[in-house]
Structure formats: C-alpha cells, structure tokens
T-cell receptor
C-alpha cells in the first residue's frame, strides 16, 4: 500500500513570496491533516479535512495560509505572503479514523526555508 | 488547549543501555499514541494504547499507559543505534483531536 505522498520535499523562498505544497493521502483515508513542525518541536495541527470539508482550522493563520481539498482526495496548502517564521517542515497526514483512536499516517514532509 | 509534556527533552546514551522517556498531561486521554521520527521523514506510528494500565511490547520497546490515562512511558531495553530519533507522544482527547507532545530527542552512541 502506497504511503502519503508530498511534494516538493524542499523549498527555499524569499519572504513575501508565495508557495504551495501538495499532498496525496493513503487511498481510502477520508481524513487529511496538515501540520507545521518547527525544528525541535512536535507537529502543530494547521487544518483537518473530512473528505472535502474542513473540520478544524482553528490554528491556521488565515490571513496568509489557505488549504483546499476539492475532490476529497489530494490537498494543497498555500502560504501567501511568506514570513521568516514560516520556516518549518510541513507535514501531511491521513487517517482511516476509528472513533476515539485517530491513528495517523504521515508523509515525509516539505522543508520550507524562508530567507 | 491540552498540553503534553515529554521528558527528558534530550537523551544521549551508550549502545546497550536501557532508557525510559515520559509523557505527562493534566488531562485524561481517550487514547495515546507513540511515534518515532527520523531526520527528514515524517513521524511513524509505533503503538496506540487505549486502556488505563495497559502495557504493550514491541520487540525491545515497552509502552505503558497510566492507570488514570493522564501519562505514559516508553522503555527501551538494550538500546541500539537504530533507535536514534525523535520520540513523540500524541494524545487523543474528548474531541478526538490529536495533540502532540514536545518530543524527546534520543541519540544512541555506538
């Protein structure tokens, strides 16, 4: 079974530029997550989708971050404009979502450096 | 916001030694997971514990869930260089949102 795919793996941009990340979850997983992981810390949830609907985006900085999952499969996360503090690894995860357990399967992440 | 604190934050030991890392919260988990993350990769699920007092073993790794379901520990016996990585606990609370701990960065010295 193929795992969660993400691209690109690395991205370097200047502040105020825009960037987009792509994620393809495990086939059949209805729930998709985007996390931000700053070096040395645990992942922080940015947004959670159930099929193509948003379940939780309470920690998404909506003035600059946006995400979509139009057909309930692939997802994109965009940052516009980027700030220096956005430098982090952006992880996508998917889950088959059993009630009360919520086991998640992660992609390799995209390492973003903002200069 | 539920917080999970892990200790120690960093641990460096010799190959063959034993170690224990801890995950603590003031809130009750409905379930708790442990992940290991290697450099340049995403976290990989190691185990899920659900019942208070539950103990699960995965080869040389032993995971324990506290009786009150507020804490957990991971014990590694005879550590090997391949055990090196960032160990993350993650708790599921009443709303089923997964919250990650602060992480323990483990280095095993050959």
């Amino acid at each position: 079974e193929a795992g969660v795919a993400q691209s690109p793996r690395y991205k370097i941009i200047e502040k105020r530029q825009s960037v987009a990340f792509w994620c393809n979850p495990i086939s059949g997983h209805a729930t998709l997550y985007w996390y931000q992981q700053i070096l040395g810390q645990g992942p922080k949830l940015l947004i959670q989708f159930q099929n193509n609907g948003v379940v939780d985006d309470s920690q998404l900085p909506k003035d600059r971050f946006s995400a979509e999952r139009l057909k309930g499969v692939d997802s994109t996360l965009k940052i516009q404009p980027a700030k220096l503090e956005d430098s982090a690894v952006y992880l996508c995860a998917s889950s088959p979502h059993r009630t009360g357990v919520n086991e998640q399967y992660f992609g390799p992440g995209t390492r973003l450096t903002v200069t | 916001t539920q917080l999970l604190e892990q200790s120690p934050q960093f641990l460096s030991i010799q190959e063959g030694e034993n170690l224990t890392v801890y995950c603590n919260s003031s809130s009750v988990f409905s379930s708790l997971q442990w992940y290991r993350q290697e450099p340049g990769e995403g976290p990989v699920l190691l185990v899920t514990v659900v019942t208070g007092g539950e103990v699960k073993k995965l080869k040389r790794l032993t995971f324990q869930f506290g009786d009150a379901r507020k804490d957990s520990s991971l014990h590694i016996t005879a550590a090997q260089p391949g055990d090196t990585g960032l160990y993350l606990c993650a708790g599921v609370f009443g709303n089923e949102k997964l919250t990650f701990g602060t992480g323990t960065r483990l280095t095993i010295i050959p």
